[in-house]
């Protein structure tokens, strides 16, 4: 679709900030950061508010600046290195062309604090009189800390939904907006609150022709799985979450009720896709997806009648209080293959009187158990450090992961959000401060690196090197499908990690084993030689070979030749 710009009166511009740490972001660009893993996927809450400003705004000129897409593009292509973080978002702000009236800021991840507030001040220091509006949840959560910044003229606390528009009807036409549900223009007004959409067959479709469909589809990377050719689509059915999870402020936006889209709308936006982009998998992305079970079989009904043909994906994953085996055995009928339980923690006191998740341990092996019975890749996900959660506890989960019936742990250090009890616990406890937590958040990543803060029951270097080795024993030496002899289950995922992280010689040492015992002998040995020759040339091969050598020779010595590496 063709805009025609000089028919348009006002111009706005929708910005998906990074979620990037800064210290990261900055490291990469110096080409010292490793293996540091960009994300992207569907900027859903500037696409809403896009969608929003096409229907009530259609004199505004359009445009959405992804820049995490943008990141994802660059890092691709090699085209960052030697860059400094200004010089990248300016030349990203110069494809914007003239100045917009109006800056919509998404900031939804804490991570993304400190880069997304330096978008802002290059934002209004190119384009002095442009009103910048940020929203989001960690723009929620964590008002009083941004709305101070001299370059944020606006923020909207919770749903944007109808604030968005709204505001700037009022400020193109000089109205007051002391109306407009949310809108907080400095600490005096600090708690008021966006008005929550409970109608979301409201929300107009998305204009997707502002984003970069083609590349978006192709490289949308929350999904656990995705087949060669994938063209990825995302959608929500539902906003809303109950649970009061200490690690979590998801229901600090939407709120604790559960409201849906209607099923017909549902399948509208699915057909459209599919028909105008030829989208052939949809990621589903509720906060708590299936927690309507009446809801969840009416859906997959109207797709088979209506015979839309999509591979399905859960990235958020299947929560152990709503899900059975009818339900997943429906999902697997239209075509999942991999996904994940978010299980949290293996202890059940953790559970109870932790993090409050309250997963029932016992439902959670047989779902475990089933899923993989139904030749589903299946996956955890497992947060390790709680205020609270002693090393004992800790352990705990480990030796419950030991044996689980699970084909990948992903194992995620706690870090403190705002709006969590778990923030509030550190904070009261003097372990952590509201301006400490900046800092934390400039330099925390999914990846593994160590927490920059200590509690009493662990220290952030122990807690790191701790949760290291257990994913390593867990994912690698003990890995469930390799001492229980699925090996061609296994390869896939270990010949990913070989191929993106070369150096990674544990991953090198099981892939050989697992082709041993698939009898190719003549591959497993080429895979083993690899070892010593990462050993003196890779860092960080030599430093996993002297912490792992002895489970690395374990591993290979029954079938291998072991190469001499006595010198390394």
Not at 199 to 228: G, N
Not at 400 to 405: D, E
Request: net charge negative; aromatic share 10%; glycine share 6%.
């Amino acid at each position: 679709m063709v805009i025609n710009r000089d028919t348009k009166s006002k111009k706005t511009l929708l910005i998906n900030s990074f979620g990037v740490p800064l210290k990261i972001m900055e490291e990469m660009l110096d080409g010292k950061a490793r293996d540091v893993p960009i994300y992207i996927s569907y900027p859903l809450g500037v696409m809403t508010l896009a969608a929003w400003c096409k229907q009530e705004l259609p004199h505004h000129d359009l445009q959405i600046l992804d820049l995490m897409m943008e990141l994802h593009k660059a890092v691709k292509r090699d085209r960052i290195h030697g860059t400094t973080i200004e010089e990248f978002i300016s030349m990203k702000l110069d494809a914007v062309g003239c100045a917009p009236d109006f800056i919509g800021l998404s900031l939804n991840f804490s991570n993304g604090h400190s880069i997304t507030l330096k978008v802002a001040e290059m934002c209004k220091a190119r384009w002095p009189e442009t009103k910048i509006i940020v929203g989001g949840m960690h723009a929620t959560t964590f008002s009083s800390h941004i709305i101070v910044n001299d370059s944020i003229d606006f923020l909207i606390r919770g749903p944007g939904d109808l604030s968005f528009p709204q505001l700037l009807t009022c400020l193109e036409n000089g109205d007051d907006i002391s109306s407009v549900p949310g809108i907080v223009t400095g600490l005096h007004n600090i708690m008021n609150m966006g008005q929550v959409l409970y109608d979301l067959d409201r929300i107009p479709r998305y204009p997707y022709e502002l984003l970069d469909m083609d590349y978006l589809m192709a490289h949308e990377s929350t999904a656990p799985i995705k087949k060669e050719g994938a063209r990825i689509a995302t959608i929500f059915m539902s906003r809303g979450c109950p649970y009061p999870c200490t690690y979590c402020s998801a229901s600090k936006v939407h709120g604790k009720k559960i409201y849906f889209n209607s099923i017909a709308y549902m399948m509208r936006e699915i057909e459209y896709l599919i028909n105008e982009y030829g989208v052939n998998q949809i990621n589903i992305v509720d906060d708590l997806f299936g927690s309507n079970k009446e809801y969840f079989f009416d859906f997959f009904k109207e797709v088979k009648r209506k015979e839309l043909k999509f591979d399905l994906s859960v990235p958020a994953g299947l929560a152990v209080s709503v899900f059975n085996e009818e339900m997943i055995d429906t999902l697997v009928d239209h075509g999942l293959e991999a996904v994940t339980i978010p299980l949290e923690s293996g202890s059940k006191y953790v559970q109870q009187k932790i993090i409050k998740k309250r997963v029932d341990i016992e439902k959670a092996l047989r779902l475990l158990d089933f899923t993989r019975s139904r030749g589903v890749f299946t996956g955890v996900n497992i947060v390790i450090g709680s205020p609270g959660e002693t090393r004992e506890l800790m352990d705990e989960t480990f030796e419950f992961l030991r044996t689980a019936p699970v084909d990948w742990i992903t194992f995620f250090i706690a870090y403190p959000y705002p709006g969590t009890t778990m923030t509030d616990v550190l904070i009261e406890k003097g372990e952590i401060s509201e301006e400490k937590l900046i800092e934390v958040w400039d330099s925390s990543t999914q990846g593994f690196r160590e927490r920059p803060f200590d509690t009493e029951e662990i220290s952030g270097k122990e807690l790191f090197e701790l949760v290291y080795d257990y994913n390593i024993k867990l994912n690698f030496f003990h890995n469930y499908n390799i001492e229980h002899g699925h090996y061609d289950t296994i390869v896939p995922k270990l010949d990913k990690i070989v191929n993106n992280h070369p150096w990674h010689i544990v991953a090198v040492a099981c892939i050989a084993k697992c082709y041993h015992e698939l009898g190719m002998d003549d591959l497993a040995q080429e895979y083993v030689n690899r070892i010593p020759k990462l050993v003196a040339t890779e860092s960080l091969s030599k430093q996993m070979f002297e912490t792992y050598r002895q489970n690395i020779e374990g591993m290979i010595e029954s079938f291998a030749v072991l190469p001499s590496w006595s010198s390394h």
